[in-house]
C-alpha cells in the first residue's frame, strides 16, 4: 500500500488555544510519512505545451457504458449524464492524488480543521474560487450543494459517497462545517470529496427555483475549467476552456487541463470508434478486448507514426470484473448454485484461444495488493470474523478457495461433474431434458449483454451450461436499455465491473451494503445484503491503522470470494492506450488512475499542433 501522508508541520497553524489545527493536507491515518503540498503534482509536466482540441470517443471508464446521454446533471440517478462532465465542468472541495488516494491537496477549500473528537470538520474555501458566472464560491453553495448530493434524486453512485456527514453548516462567507455521523476517519475525506456547484445553478430567469432533478437540461453553474461550448444531438457535445478559470495556478491543477477544446462523440455501434480513430477523427483510445489491441492496432497509420499505441502501467488494486449474480433471485439464493454456475466459465481455454495469453484469473475484489485475502485467516481476520461464524460460510475459516481451473487432462468435464453435484444437492434434478426445481420449473439464465465483443465469450458459459442442462441464453440489448434495467436490478446474470480504489473504503457499502441492495441505481448489483458482510465494511471505514485496515479488507474480501456473488472473470495490470500523434502524454504515469481522466486531465497536444490550432 502506497502509505499516506500527514501535514508537515510548517503547513498546520492554530487559531486559537483550544482550537484544532489548520491543516492543508487530509490525509487517512496519523502515523504515515509527513510531506508539504507540492508545487505541482508530480505526474503533471512542468510546462506543458497548450491549445489544440481533444477528441474523443464513448466514456469507457463508465460502468455501464454510455453510448449516448441525455442530461447535463451527472449526479441524476435519472438519465444518462454527458460524459466526462465531472472531471471538467465540477470541482471538489479537496484533490485527491492519483499516486495516493488516501492523501487529499487543497482545492475549493485551502484548510481545514478537524475536531479532537473527529465528529466534525470545518473546511475554509480559498477567496478566490469563482464559479463560470464569475461569482465568488460560497460555504451557502456549499451546503447547498451537500443537500442536494445526499438525497434523492441523486444517484445512489453519488449519495452514498457522502453518507457519513450527518449534515452541513455555513458559519460565515467562506467557512463551513460538516458533522459526521460517527468518528470514522475516512469521514472528512468523504467531505473533501464533495462536489460543490452554484445555488445560481437552479435559480429560474424570473427569480424562481428549479427543482434538483429539473436540471438535467439546464447547463450547469461550477467552478471548473470548463464550459460547455455546443451541442449537435445527444451523441455530440464540445466543451471550452474558461479563459477565467479560477484556478489555473492552483498546485494541483499546474500542468492540467491543457487543450483549449474537448469534444466527444458517441457512438452506438462498437466497432465505429476503432475506425474514427484510424481515420483521425478521434484522438485516443482506450482498448478493452485483446483480439482487436493484437490485431486491428495496426497499418499505415502506426507505420508511419501518425499513431501510436503504448501499454501503461497501473499499480494497486485491480479491477474487479467478474459475471454478477442477481440474488434478488430465488434460482441463485442458494451458494452451490452460484459455485456451480462459476464452474461452466473455462477460463484457461479462452484465455489461450481469445486473448492471446494477455489476461490473468481474477480472484476476488482486491487482486494484486495486499488488501486480497491469502492462505489461511490470521489471528487479525479471525478476531473480526469469529463473532460473525454462525453467519458465514465455513469455508471461510480455511484457505480461501482459489477460482477453478480447466488446465489438465478433462479439467473442463472434472468441473461440470463436480457443478451436477452441486446442483443436485442444492434440489435441481434433471428431467425431460433439462434441470428442474422439486416443482417441476425449469432452471432458466439469461446473460445480458450488449454485443460489444463479449458475446462470443458468453456462447462458450452458454454451451456449457446447457451441458449441465440449464436453459441458458444470451440476450443482446441496446446499452441504454441495459442501463436501465441495471438501475432497477432487472437481470439474472450479466458482465460488470468496479473501477479499483487504491485504499478500500466508501466505495464498498455502495457496492456491497445492505441499504444499497435495496436502492434503485446502486452499485450493489448482486443484491449483497449481508449482515456479516455490513459489520465487515464497517471495520474497514473505522479502521485505526494501516495494519487494521488491511486486516479487515482482507476478512471482507474472503467472505466475498466465499459467498461466490460473481464468477470471476479476467484483468490486466496495464492500460491499452493509443493516440494520435496530435497529442502527447505527459513524462510520468501515475500509479492509479481512470484512463480517460488521465487522458482529459493531464496530456497536451503536440507543440506545433496546438499553435496551428489557435491559428485556425
Known sequence: MAHATTLDASRTTQTAPDAPPRQTTLTLFDDARPATVPARLPYSDDAPSRGGTLRLTNYIDATPIVTSYDSLNPFLLRGNAAPAAPILMFETLMQRSLDDVSTQYPLLADRVAIAPDRLSATFHLN????????????????VWSFECLSHAPTSPFYSGRYASIRAAHALDAHTVRFDFRAAERRAVLDAGDLYVFSRDWARTPTGGQHSFDQLATVSPIASGPYLIASRASNREIVY??????????LPVRRGMFNFDTVSFRLYSDAAAPLQAFRVGDIDAMFEGSAEQWTRNYSGPG???GTLHKQEFAEQGISAAQGLFFNLRRKKFQDRRVREA??????????????????YERSQGFFDDSEFAARGAPGADE???????????????FGDVPPQPQTTGRNGLRRNLARAEALLESAGWHYRDGVLRDTSGVPFTIELLDDGTGMQRILMIIVRNLRMLGIDARLRIMDQTVINERLKHFDFDMTTLGYRAASVPGGELARRFGSEAAHTPGSENYAGVASPAVDALIAEVQHAQSEHALVAASRALDRVLRCERIMVPEWHITHARVAWNRRIAP????????????WVIGWWHAEPQNAHAQRQD
Open 127 to 142: 477567496p478566490r474560487a469563482r464559479f463560470s458566472n464569475g461569482k465568488p464560491v460560497t460555504a451557502d453553495d456549499v
Open 240 to 249: 471550452r476552456r474558461d479563459p477565467h478559470y479560477w484556478g489555473a495556478d
Open 302 to 304: 502506426f507505420a508511419a
Open 341 to 358: 454456475v462459476g464452474l461452466a466459465l473455462d477460463y484457461e481455454w479462452i484465455n489461450r484461444n481469445m486473448f492471446f495469453g494477455q
Open 382 to 396: 479471525l478476531a473480526l470474523l469469529e463473532p460473525l461464524r454462525a453467519n458465514l460460510p465455513p469455508e471461510v
Open 586 to 597: 505527459p513524462a510520468r504515469v501515475p500509479k492509479q488512475y481512470p484512463w480517460m481522466d
